[in-house]
């Protein structure tokens, strides 16, 4: 099941009518809403309750349906990025060496699972599988910018040059 925002809302009246346009667009389009979900995504950066609720509305598609398929495809998400968006491998090479306790250093000191984003909007975070770094192991994001041999101990300090 996808992660609910801890975020409020912030969506803009920009971003409503260019979603009202591509439902339009779309709706009598056999299979619409995949596409008007993805579009959504694209507009908003993420596809909260709120997002949901207008393609509900204006595709005359039960509101339960549409979480569902939210939940069930991964390429959804529910929280939006944040300002900077934190991502550990647990790959195998990285678990191995201690990314799993890395990855709960993180959840410990920003306060938030995976997948979602602090209250602030500042970090969000994310596990991802191999990005091909084994030697390096363990690796951490935060968004360009590459963390290796990092362990636990380490989490704050990396987080606090982002503050």
Not at 18 to 30: D, H
Not at 91 to 98: D, I, P, Q, R, Y
Not at 111 to 120: K, L, S, W
């Amino acid at each position: 099941m996808a992660n609910k925002s801890t975020v409020p809302f912030q969506g803009t009246k920009e971003q409503e009518t260019v979603l009202r346009e591509v439902i339009e667009k779309r709706k009598s389009e056999q299979g619409a809403l995949m596409a008007v979900l993805q579009q959504a995504q694209e507009i908003y950066g993420y596809v909260p309750t709120e997002v949901q609720t207008i393609i509900s509305d204006e595709m005359d598609i039960p509101l339960h349906k549409i979480e569902e398929v939210v939940d069930f495809y991964p390429q959804f998400t529910l929280s939006p990025k944040g300002k900077y968006q934190v991502s550990i491998c647990l790959g195998t090479a990285c678990f191995v060496k201690g990314a799993g306790d890395v990855y709960n250093k993180l959840t410990e000191v920003l306060g938030i699972g995976g997948g979602e984003c602090t209250a602030d909007g500042k970090f969000s975070l994310d596990a991802s599988r191999c990005i091909g770094a084994c030697g390096m192991a363990p690796i951490l994001m935060v968004n360009d910018d590459v963390y290796n041999h990092v362990k636990a101990e380490d989490v704050e300090e990396i987080l606090a040059k982002y503050e």
